[in-house]
């Protein structure tokens, strides 16, 4: 709280950028990743809706528009199911013009998974909305961490509930990594 204390500080006295100021700060994972950006869906729904319903806490809280969901839709649609980081999870991400406000990220995990073009499924969806070229970069290293760790993911895949999902990651971050992926 101190760091966006002095970053607001400084940002109204000195000549920098709010940009520079949130690079200075070096969010992480766990300062924009809340409970409420933590979707667990049980039903089975297009990937175009599970883009949308991984989105809606972005939306909500006035992090992207609606604008930035089409985006990542037209993304797939017209490059197909690049956004898989591995076969059980896809990172959706547009350009940060096309309708993010803030720095954001938000996670959607499906007990049934996704079925996504190319025949690729995907049991959880990670909304990266970045502002510009590397003020999400501590996040996205962090993302990757968490992806490659297949004990947690194990874990989250069995988790029976939003608030589940949520404590495994928030638990996860910055712990030794066990059970790494090769």
């Known amino acids: 709280l101190e760091d966006v204390y002095t970053a607001v ?3 109204f006295v000195s000549p920098k950028t709010i940009i520079d100021e949130i690079v200075e700060l070096n969010l992480n994972l766990a300062d924009v990743l809340t409970v409420d950006r ?4 049980l ?4 990937w175009q809706e599970a883009i949308h319903l991984a989105a809606l806490p972005l939306i909500k809280d006035h992090s992207i528009s609606e604008r930035y969901v089409e985006a990542m839709i037209d993304c797939v649609q017209k490059h197909g199911s690049y956004i898989f980081l591995t076969p059980d999870i896809a990172l959706a991400h ?3 013009e096309q309708g993010v406000d803030q720095l954001s990220l938000s996670i959607y995990v499906s007990q049934t ?6 025949g690729k499924s995907a049991r959880m969806i990670i909304v ?11 996040i996205l290293t962090e993302v990757l ?3 490659r760790n297949t004990n947690v993911l194990g874990e989250i ?10 404590q495994l990651i928030r638990s996860s971050i910055g712990q030794p990594m066990t059970g790494l992926m090769p």
């Open 128 to 138: 990266l909305a970045p502002i510009d070229q590397k003020s999400h970069m501590t």
């Open 9 to 11: 500080r400084q940002f």
């Open 145 to 147: 961490e968490l992806v």
């Open 94 to 96: 547009a350009r940060p």
């Open 113 to 118: 998974g996704v079925k996504f073009p190319q």
């Open 38 to 41: 933590v979707t667990w869906n």
């Open 157 to 166: 895949f069995q988790a029976k509930s939003q608030i589940e999902v949520y």
């Open 43 to 46: 039903e089975t729904v297009s």
